[in-house]
């Protein structure tokens, strides 16, 4: 790997996110030993989480080590004490840390300060776990991913950018679908661009012409966390960005719908549209066990490769 960290999707070449999804499709098929034995990751939350805490939690369980959650009330970073001290005296104590918070400034100068691996387990900037446990999912569907086109319909947010930068790296053509004031930025677009690997970023104003000829359909929540109060005023916004039947039916017949998860039944995605036989979002979500066991492994590892 070509970074200690996964702080950011950028953090990784086209050839580490290959390694990452062949690893973890390895361990999917035949297991995976004691790789961490002995080792503890913490979890550093600020916000809540069900499959990414759990996922951590079991992955570092299946490869032998153990995991040590600690909640926003415990450590309180930055205001209690400040993120360089407590990178250091962690990385005194465990081999690793993930953390979900809000800001991907501290998150950062965390890395910055860290002699362990930090793990960005979601920032309002990115969410670069989700994003390798989707193409590991896309990758089991399609065989390959280079080629396939990816339509996200709804904010440029955390995930919408950290699929942006790994779609690139992967040789998908991602197109991204947004209202007005909510699309990825100029910067975003060209960060990605710029990348290797092959792929394409789109942001367009257009749902319908962005789900024609994708393989798969993607949304997320139109108000994020630490945003809930905004979502009364983006309902009217976001209201033609819904995955639903109607959008369903303009894309190709045997187009996938994914979620992230948690989804909001009736404000980004219709009932129709998770539970219908296309949907593979709870493949997704089994997919962070797996796809975080490799990454575990590739960044925590005796001998990293
Ligand atoms: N998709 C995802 O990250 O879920 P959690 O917020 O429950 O971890
Ligand atoms: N964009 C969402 C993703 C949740 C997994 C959020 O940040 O809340």
Redesign the pocket.
């Known amino acids: 790997m070509q970074s200690r960290h996964l702080t950011s999707i950028l953090d990784l070449s086209p050839e580490d996110l290959e390694r990452v999804l062949d690893v973890a499709l390895s361990i999917k098929r035949d297991g995976t030993g004691p790789a961490l034995s002995g080792q503890v990751l913490a979890l550093l939350f600020e916000k809540?989480?069900?499959?990414?805490?759990v996922s951590f939690e079991v992955a570092m369980s299946r490869l032998g080590g153990r995991s040590l959650y600690i909640g926003k009330e415990e450590v309180q970073i930055g205001s209690r004490e400040p993120v360089r001290d407590v990178a250091r005296v962690l990385s005194r104590m465990v081999n690793g840390v993930a953390i979900r918070t809000f800001d991907q400034a501290p998150l950062d100068e965390f890395a910055s300060w860290s002699s362990v691996p930090v793990i960005n387990a979601?920032s309002d900037h990115e969410?670069p776990c989700?994003v390798l446990a989707d193409l590991l999912t896309l990758r089991e569907r399609f065989g390959t991913l280079r080629g396939l086109r990816l339509a996200y319909l709804g904010e440029g947010n955390n995930v919408a950018r950290s699929l942006a930068y790994a779609a690139v790296l992967a040789g998908v053509e991602f197109v991204c679908a947004s209202p007005a004031g909510y699309a990825l930025t100029e910067v975003d677009i060209g960060q990605a661009s710029e990348l290797p690997g092959g792929g394409s970023v789109l942001q367009t104003d257009d749902p319908v012409a962005a789900v024609r000829g994708a393989a798969a359909l993607y949304t997320d929540v139109w108000a994020s966390m630490g945003e809930e109060h905004l979502l009364a005023e983006r309902i009217e916004v976001f209201r033609d960005y819904q995955l639903n039947g109607e959008l369903l039916a303009a894309a190709p017949a045997d187009a996938l719908v994914m979620h992230?998860?948690?989804a909001h039944r009736g404000e980004e995605i219709t009932d129709e549209a998770i539970e219908s036989p296309r949907s593979i979002v709870f493949d997704q979500a089994e997919n962070r066990l797996h796809a975080q066991q490799a990454l575990l492994m590739l960044l925590m590892g005796r001998s990293p490769q």
Do not use: M, N, V
């Not at 809540?48 to 805490?53: A, D």
């Open positions: 809540p989480s069900l499959r990414t805490r979601l969410h989700q992230d998860l948690p």
